[in-house]
Protein backbone atom coordinates (compact mmCIF):
# COMPACT_ATOMS: atom_id res chain seq x y z
CA UNK A 1 0.00 0.00 0.00
CA UNK A 2 1.38 3.18 -0.99
CA UNK A 3 -0.48 6.71 -0.31
CA UNK A 4 -1.32 9.05 -2.96
CA UNK A 5 -0.14 12.46 -2.69
CA UNK A 6 -2.39 15.42 -2.44
CA UNK A 7 -1.99 18.34 -3.21
CA UNK A 8 -4.74 19.85 -1.26
CA UNK A 9 -2.89 19.11 1.62
CA UNK A 10 0.84 20.30 -0.10
CA UNK A 11 1.81 16.73 0.44
CA UNK A 12 5.53 16.06 -0.77
CA UNK A 13 6.94 12.65 0.88
CA UNK A 14 10.64 12.41 1.41
CA UNK A 15 12.17 9.50 -0.07
CA UNK A 16 15.48 10.02 0.82
CA UNK A 17 16.15 8.13 4.02
CA UNK A 18 19.75 9.76 4.89
CA UNK A 19 17.72 13.41 4.78
CA UNK A 20 14.97 11.74 7.06
CA UNK A 21 17.48 10.34 9.49
CA UNK A 22 19.65 13.99 9.55
CA UNK A 23 16.15 15.63 10.50
CA UNK A 24 15.77 12.87 12.87
CA UNK A 25 18.81 13.58 14.64
CA UNK A 26 18.36 17.56 14.87
CA UNK A 27 15.84 17.54 17.53
CA UNK A 28 18.41 18.46 20.73
CA UNK A 29 17.42 16.79 24.10
CA UNK A 30 19.64 17.36 26.94
CA UNK A 31 21.39 14.22 28.15
CA UNK A 32 19.45 12.04 30.50
CA UNK A 33 16.07 13.71 29.34
CA UNK A 34 12.71 12.20 27.44
CA UNK A 35 11.43 14.81 25.31
CA UNK A 36 7.76 14.79 24.44
CA UNK A 37 7.94 15.04 20.72
CA UNK A 38 4.88 15.98 18.06
CA UNK A 39 5.51 15.21 14.85
CA UNK A 40 3.08 17.36 12.26
CA UNK A 41 2.01 15.54 8.95
CA UNK A 42 4.21 11.86 9.37
CA UNK A 43 2.90 10.81 5.89
CA UNK A 44 4.34 7.31 5.50
CA UNK A 45 6.52 7.72 8.35
CA UNK A 46 9.70 8.26 7.04
CA UNK A 47 10.63 10.71 9.34
CA UNK A 48 8.53 8.90 12.16
CA UNK A 49 10.77 5.51 11.41
CA UNK A 50 14.25 7.11 12.65
CA UNK A 51 12.32 9.33 15.60
CA UNK A 52 10.53 6.09 16.96
CA UNK A 53 14.43 4.56 17.65
CA UNK A 54 15.56 7.68 19.78
CA UNK A 55 14.99 6.54 23.30
CA UNK A 56 15.06 10.72 24.58
CA UNK A 57 12.04 11.08 22.76
CA UNK A 58 8.08 10.51 23.43
CA UNK A 59 6.68 10.78 20.34
CA UNK A 60 3.28 11.52 19.53
CA UNK A 61 2.03 12.42 15.94
CA UNK A 62 -0.66 14.62 13.95
CA UNK A 63 -1.61 13.51 10.53
CA UNK A 64 -4.91 14.87 8.46
CA UNK A 65 -4.99 12.47 6.13
CA UNK A 66 -6.92 9.06 6.84
CA UNK A 67 -5.22 7.66 4.07
CA UNK A 68 -1.55 8.28 5.79
CA UNK A 69 -3.24 7.35 8.80
CA UNK A 70 -4.27 3.62 7.88
CA UNK A 71 -0.51 3.51 6.00
CA UNK A 72 1.16 4.93 9.57
CA UNK A 73 -0.87 2.33 11.79
CA UNK A 74 -0.53 -0.90 9.41
CA UNK A 75 3.52 0.08 8.76
CA UNK A 76 4.59 1.05 12.41
CA UNK A 77 1.68 -0.44 14.84
CA UNK A 78 4.01 0.82 17.88
CA UNK A 79 2.37 4.17 17.16
CA UNK A 80 -1.03 3.16 17.96
CA UNK A 81 -2.48 5.16 20.62
CA UNK A 82 0.57 7.72 19.84
CA UNK A 83 -1.44 9.21 16.40
CA UNK A 84 -4.16 11.32 16.12
CA UNK A 85 -5.96 11.76 13.49
CA UNK A 86 -6.80 15.60 13.22
CA UNK A 87 -5.59 19.10 11.81
CA UNK A 88 -2.98 20.43 13.62
CA UNK A 89 -3.66 24.08 12.98
CA UNK A 90 -7.31 23.17 14.77
CA UNK A 91 -5.88 21.39 18.06
CA UNK A 92 -6.03 22.71 21.60
CA UNK A 93 -2.62 21.41 22.22
CA UNK A 94 -2.39 22.37 25.82
CA UNK A 95 -4.73 19.36 26.35
CA UNK A 96 -2.38 16.90 24.80
CA UNK A 97 0.60 18.34 26.29
CA UNK A 98 0.25 19.54 29.86
CA UNK A 99 4.03 20.59 29.98
CA UNK A 100 7.35 21.43 27.50
CA UNK A 101 7.41 19.61 24.34
CA UNK A 102 9.38 20.10 20.68
CA UNK A 103 7.87 19.68 17.27
CA UNK A 104 9.00 18.31 14.50
CA UNK A 105 7.98 17.70 10.60
CA UNK A 106 8.16 18.15 6.70
CA UNK A 107 5.70 20.71 7.38
CA UNK A 108 2.90 20.21 4.61
CA UNK A 109 3.87 23.56 2.42
CA UNK A 110 0.83 25.25 2.11
CA UNK A 111 0.28 25.20 5.98
CA UNK A 112 4.23 25.86 6.74
CA UNK A 113 4.00 29.81 7.79
CA UNK A 114 0.32 29.22 9.92
CA UNK A 115 2.47 26.01 11.99
CA UNK A 116 5.07 28.84 12.83
CA UNK A 117 2.19 31.48 14.15
CA UNK A 118 0.69 28.42 16.23
CA UNK A 119 3.89 27.82 17.89
CA UNK A 120 4.37 31.32 18.64
CA UNK A 121 0.81 30.72 20.34
CA UNK A 122 2.59 28.22 22.55
CA UNK A 123 5.75 29.59 22.95
CA UNK A 124 6.03 29.26 26.78
CA UNK A 125 5.99 25.21 25.95
CA UNK A 126 7.64 24.39 22.84
CA UNK A 127 11.31 24.83 23.07
CA UNK A 128 12.16 23.67 19.83
CA UNK A 129 11.23 23.02 16.88
CA UNK A 130 12.96 21.38 13.72
CA UNK A 131 11.33 21.70 10.11
CA UNK A 132 11.69 21.36 6.49
CA UNK A 133 10.25 23.84 4.68
CA UNK A 134 10.27 25.60 1.09
CA UNK A 135 13.46 27.38 0.83
CA UNK A 136 12.41 30.34 0.39
CA UNK A 137 10.18 29.95 3.77
CA UNK A 138 13.22 29.29 6.27
CA UNK A 139 15.31 31.76 4.31
CA UNK A 140 12.90 34.42 5.64
CA UNK A 141 12.49 32.92 9.22
CA UNK A 142 16.27 32.98 9.55
CA UNK A 143 17.07 36.14 7.93
CA UNK A 144 18.96 39.09 9.88
CA UNK A 145 17.54 42.96 9.55
CA UNK A 146 18.73 44.35 5.88
CA UNK A 147 18.05 41.22 3.98
CA UNK A 148 14.98 41.28 1.19
CA UNK A 149 13.94 38.07 2.80
CA UNK A 150 13.07 39.38 6.53
CA UNK A 151 9.72 40.13 6.76
CA UNK A 152 7.14 39.45 9.68
CA UNK A 153 7.72 35.99 10.53
CA UNK A 154 11.38 36.87 10.88
CA UNK A 155 10.61 39.49 13.45
CA UNK A 156 7.89 37.70 15.27
CA UNK A 157 9.48 34.10 15.92
CA UNK A 158 13.11 36.02 16.08
CA UNK A 159 11.53 37.77 19.46
CA UNK A 160 11.47 34.66 21.05
CA UNK A 161 13.83 32.06 19.20
CA UNK A 162 17.17 31.13 17.63
CA UNK A 163 16.85 30.05 14.51
CA UNK A 164 19.65 28.35 12.41
CA UNK A 165 19.36 27.36 8.59
CA UNK A 166 20.68 24.02 8.89
CA UNK A 167 20.74 22.28 5.39
CA UNK A 168 18.96 22.76 2.00
CA UNK A 169 17.30 19.82 0.25
CA UNK A 170 16.75 19.41 -3.38
CA UNK A 171 13.73 19.33 -5.03
CA UNK A 172 14.58 15.67 -6.58
CA UNK A 173 14.09 13.61 -2.91
CA UNK A 174 10.70 14.16 -3.22
CA UNK A 175 7.46 12.23 -4.63
CA UNK A 176 6.27 14.20 -5.83
CA UNK A 177 8.88 16.81 -6.56
CA UNK A 178 7.65 19.95 -5.55
CA UNK A 179 8.58 22.86 -8.31
CA UNK A 180 11.39 24.89 -5.14
CA UNK A 181 14.15 23.38 -2.80
CA UNK A 182 13.30 22.67 0.91
CA UNK A 183 15.66 23.34 3.78
CA UNK A 184 15.64 22.01 7.33
CA UNK A 185 15.57 24.79 10.31
CA UNK A 186 15.82 24.54 14.23
CA UNK A 187 14.19 26.85 16.07
CA UNK A 188 15.28 27.28 19.96
CA UNK A 189 13.84 29.48 22.31
CA UNK A 190 15.58 31.94 23.46
CA UNK A 191 16.08 33.47 26.82
CA UNK A 192 13.50 35.77 27.17
CA UNK A 193 10.63 36.29 28.52
CA UNK A 194 8.95 39.61 28.31
CA UNK A 195 9.23 41.69 25.28
CA UNK A 196 9.43 44.83 27.95
CA UNK A 197 6.50 46.75 25.48
CA UNK A 198 2.53 46.21 24.86
CA UNK A 199 2.96 42.47 22.51
CA UNK A 200 -0.45 43.29 21.16
CA UNK A 201 0.75 46.36 19.98
CA UNK A 202 3.78 45.39 18.68
CA UNK A 203 2.83 42.61 16.77
CA UNK A 204 0.37 45.15 15.13
CA UNK A 205 3.20 47.64 14.28
CA UNK A 206 5.19 44.44 12.63
CA UNK A 207 2.27 43.88 10.62
CA UNK A 208 1.35 47.34 9.20
CA UNK A 209 5.21 48.06 8.75
CA UNK A 210 5.75 44.93 6.00
CA UNK A 211 2.52 45.22 4.84
CA UNK A 212 3.89 48.37 3.51
CA UNK A 213 6.99 47.32 3.59
CA UNK A 214 8.20 50.16 0.52
CA UNK A 215 7.18 53.45 2.64
CA UNK A 216 8.97 54.49 5.68
CA UNK A 217 7.67 53.72 9.31
CA UNK A 218 7.03 57.22 9.70
CA UNK A 219 4.28 56.55 6.88
CA UNK A 220 3.08 52.54 7.84
CA UNK A 221 2.65 53.97 11.37
CA UNK A 222 0.33 56.86 10.42
CA UNK A 223 -3.10 55.11 11.01
CA UNK A 224 -2.20 54.18 14.74
CA UNK A 225 -2.20 58.02 14.55
CA UNK A 226 -5.66 57.97 15.94
CA UNK A 227 -4.94 55.87 19.00
CA UNK A 228 -1.59 56.85 19.54
CA UNK A 229 0.71 59.73 20.03
CA UNK A 230 3.70 59.03 17.76
CA UNK A 231 6.63 61.52 18.42
CA UNK A 232 8.57 63.28 15.57
CA UNK A 233 11.55 61.03 15.88
CA UNK A 234 12.68 58.31 17.44
CA UNK A 235 16.18 57.80 18.19
CA UNK A 236 17.92 54.30 18.15
CA UNK A 237 21.85 53.16 18.06
CA UNK A 238 22.90 50.92 15.59
CA UNK A 239 25.61 48.30 15.55
CA UNK A 240 27.75 50.42 13.97
CA UNK A 241 27.26 53.14 16.58
CA UNK A 242 25.53 55.15 14.54
CA UNK A 243 22.05 56.87 15.67
CA UNK A 244 19.44 57.01 13.52
CA UNK A 245 15.73 58.20 13.19
CA UNK A 246 13.39 54.89 13.23
CA UNK A 247 10.42 56.69 11.58
CA UNK A 248 13.02 57.19 8.46
CA UNK A 249 13.97 53.80 8.28
CA UNK A 250 12.14 50.94 6.61
CA UNK A 251 10.86 47.86 8.25
CA UNK A 252 13.59 45.19 6.66
CA UNK A 253 16.38 47.30 8.22
CA UNK A 254 14.66 47.29 12.24
CA UNK A 255 15.99 44.49 14.49
CA UNK A 256 13.34 42.71 17.14
CA UNK A 257 14.97 45.08 19.64
CA UNK A 258 14.19 48.56 16.99
CA UNK A 259 10.46 47.22 16.53
CA UNK A 260 10.00 46.73 20.81
CA UNK A 261 11.97 50.72 21.11
CA UNK A 262 9.23 51.35 18.84
CA UNK A 263 6.48 50.53 20.30
CA UNK A 264 7.62 51.65 23.52
CA UNK A 265 7.44 55.11 22.07
CA UNK A 266 4.33 55.15 21.00
CA UNK A 267 1.80 56.54 24.05
CA UNK A 268 -1.40 56.07 23.88
CA UNK A 269 -4.02 58.49 23.99
CA UNK A 270 -5.84 59.05 26.86
Request: charged share 25%; with cysteine.
Amino acid sequence: MEVRAKKALGQHFLTDLSIARAIAQALEVDEGSVMPTLEVGPGMGVLTQYLLEREDVDLRMVEVDSESIDYLLEHFPQVNGKLMEADFLKLQLENFFPDRFCVIGNFPYNISSQIFFKVLDYKEQIPQVVGMVQKEVAERLASPPGKKAYGILSVLLQAWYDIEYLFTVSEHVFNPPPKVKSAVIRLRRNGRTDLGCDTSLFKSIVKTSFNQRRKTIRNSVKPLAKEYVIPAEILSVMPDGSQVNLLDMRPEQLSVEQFVELTLALKKIS
